[in-house]
């Protein structure tokens, strides 16, 4: 299983297929394979494809349980220096979605295309109450328990408490964007939503679409806040990512 030296970190990440790189940012509560299960075979045929496992989530190792939206955002810059990317496209979904956000805003000459996933591009703590792991305990949610414990196993060692409580920490926090530092993002930008996302919706993704400049949002109907997923319409989204990856090749070799 591969991993790499990443600041503090011993940081787990799978890779497969050719072409220009694409960093998949996986959602809070998953890891990197998992979150995409529904892009790998589409995706590895033209690019090739990294699955990171983020600070604090799935197999990536450190001895801190603290992690937080900008924090991966460094880890993921680093995670490119240390893989010999001078660049790449971003697809991030949710948790992911965001740190996407910070590093399009923060290293632009770094980041080819951003696509986001399941993200307003502000904070919107919205439900996070039921992710608390009393909140849990209290209803009984043994399956929800199980699986946080197995998944995030290695980086958390088995406290799936703590797990629990910094996810709703960092979802009370971030992201801590402004509208002008959205409005800041030069890459061309697609900003996806499933049309009944209860933390997005149609008119939050419209709205952060038109703080960037030239870029495109694509409302999936019928969406939940996870429309590329498996039993929702991961072919919608996957074709409309690959074309507009492929619309902004075709741009960049027209303007050389």
């Known amino acids: 299983m591969p991993y790499v030296k990443v600041n503090d970190l011993e940081m787990f990440y799978e890779k497969m297929g050719h072409g220009e790189n694409v960093i998949f940012l996986h959602s809070g509560y998953s890891r990197g394979i998992l979150a995409f299960a529904?892009?790998?075979?589409?995706?590895?045929?033209?690019?090739?494809?990294?699955?990171?496992?983020?600070?604090?989530?799935?197999?990536?190792?450190?001895?801190?349980?603290?992690?937080?939206?900008?924090?991966?955002?460094?880890?993921?810059?680093?995670?490119?220096?240390q893989m010999n990317m001078d660049a790449a496209h971003l697809v991030g979904y949710?948790?992911?979605?965001?740190?996407?956000?910070?590093?399009?805003?923060?290293?632009?000459?770094r980041i080819m295309t951003l696509t986001t996933i399941g993200t307003s591009g502000f904070c919107d703590p919205?439900?996070?109450?039921?992710?608390?792991?009393?909140?849990?305990?209290?209803?009984g949610l043994q399956h929800t328990i199980d699986q946080m414990m197995e998944r995030h196993e290695e980086a958390h060692k088995g406290n799936?408490?703590?797990?629990?409580?910094?996810?709703?920490?960092?979802?009370?926090?971030y992201p801590q964007l402004k509208?002008?530092?959205?409005?800041?993002?030069?890459?061309?930008?697609?900003?996806?939503?499933?049309?009944?996302?209860?933390f997005v919706g149609e008119e939050r993704v419209k709205y952060l679409s038109s703080l960037v400049k030239g870029s495109?949002?694509?409302?999936?109907?019928?969406?939940?806040?996870?429309?590329?997923?498996?039993?929702?319409n991961p072919t919608l989204?996957?074709?409309?990512?690959?074309?507009?990856?492929?619309?902004?090749?075709?741009?960049?070799?027209?303007?050389?």
């Open 179 to 198: 509208a002008e530092q959205l409005g800041s993002i030069q890459c061309p930008s697609l900003f996806i939503s499933g049309e009944h996302d209860p």
């Open 160 to 173: 799936w408490q703590q797990f629990m409580r910094q996810s709703a920490q960092d979802w009370r926090l």
């Open 94 to 109: 949710s948790l992911g979605a965001n740190v996407g956000l910070y590093l399009a805003i923060n290293h632009p000459e």
């Open 38 to 81: 529904s892009q790998i075979l589409d995706f590895q045929k033209k690019y090739t494809c990294y699955f990171p496992d983020f600070r604090g989530h799935g197999r990536t190792r450190c001895e801190s349980l603290e992690w937080s939206t900008p924090q991966i955002a460094d880890d993921m810059m680093e995670f490119m220096d």
């Open 126 to 139: 919205t439900g996070v109450e039921e992710f608390e792991p009393e909140w849990l305990i209290e209803k």
């Open 216 to 232: 495109k949002y694509l409302v999936v109907s019928g969406g939940s806040h996870r429309p590329h997923m498996l039993r929702e």
């Open 237 to 256: 989204v996957n074709d409309s990512i690959l074309q507009f990856l492929e619309q902004n090749q075709t741009d960049l070799k027209a303007a050389r």
